[in-house]
C-alpha cells in the first residue's frame, strides 16, 4: 500500500537531482549598469540578481581607493564564510594587465574584491543597502541571494565583469 507512494518520492529525487546537474553554472555575469549579477550555463541565464556596487561604480578600477568595481574577466577564485560580511567569493582582481597599468601609473591596484553579502553589523538594513552603490569596489547582494550565489558557484568559475 505505501509502495507507489515510497517509489514516487524516490523518483522524484532522482529526477530532482538530474535536473540541478544540468543547471550547473559556468560562468558568472556582471552587467554593472543593470546593476545585475548573472548565473550562466553557456548563453542561458539560470538566475539573476540585483547587486550594488562601488560608491563610483562608473568606469573601471584603475587603482586602490577608487570605489570603482572592477571591469574585464576574472575567476572566483577562493571563498571566505567567516567575512565581516555574509559570505565572500574572491574575484581574482587585479590580474597582470591591472597591476601594469597601475604600476605605470604609480600607484596601487588595490585588492581584495569580493562578491559578498551585507555586512554583518547591518541585521535588518540588508534588503535597503541594494539600492545605492555602497562597497568599496565589490559586488554586492542580499543576504538571501548571496547564500544561493554561494550555493550554486563553486571555486574556479570565471567571472565577467561589463560596464
Known amino acids: 500500500m505505501y509502495r507507489p507512494a515510497i517509489t514516487l518520492s524516490c523518483l522524484l529525487f532522482l529526477t530532482t537531482g538530474f535536473a540541478r546537474a544540468s543547471d550547473d553554472v559556468d560562468h558568472v555575469l556582471v552587467l554593472k549598469r543593470e546593476r545585475q549579477l548573472l548565473l550562466m550555463q553557456g548563453e542561458t541565464v539560470l538566475a539573476r540578481f540585483p547587486v550594488a556596487l562601488g560608491g563610483a561604480p562608473?568606469?573601471?578600477k584603475r587603482q586602490e581607493g577608487d570605489e570603482h568595481?572592477?571591469?574585464g574577466r576574472y575567476v572566483l577564485d577562493w571563498r571566505k564564510p567567516n567575512s565581516s560580511?555574509?559570505?565572500?567569493l574572491h574575484v581574482s582582481y587585479p590580474d597582470e594587465a591591472d597591476?601594469?597599468?597601475a604600476a605605470a601609473a604609480g600607484v596601487s591596484p588595490g585588492g581584495a574584491i569580493?562578491?559578498?553579502?551585507t555586512p554583518n553589523w547591518a541585521f535588518g538594513l540588508g534588503s535597503l543597502l541594494q539600492y545605492f552603490d555602497w562597497t568599496n569596489g565589490c559586488i554586492a547582494l542580499?543576504?538571501?541571494d548571496m547564500q544561493v550565489?554561494?550555493?550554486r558557484v563553486k571555486d574556479g568559475t570565471p567571472i565577467e565583469i561589463r560596464p
Open 85 to 88: 560580511y555574509f559570505r565572500a
Open 114 to 117: 569580493m562578491v559578498h553579502g
Open 142 to 144: 542580499s543576504n538571501d
Open 69 to 71: 568595481t572592477p571591469e
Open 99 to 101: 597591476v601594469a597599468r
Open 58 to 60: 562608473e568606469g573601471p
Open 149 to 151: 550565489v554561494w550555493d
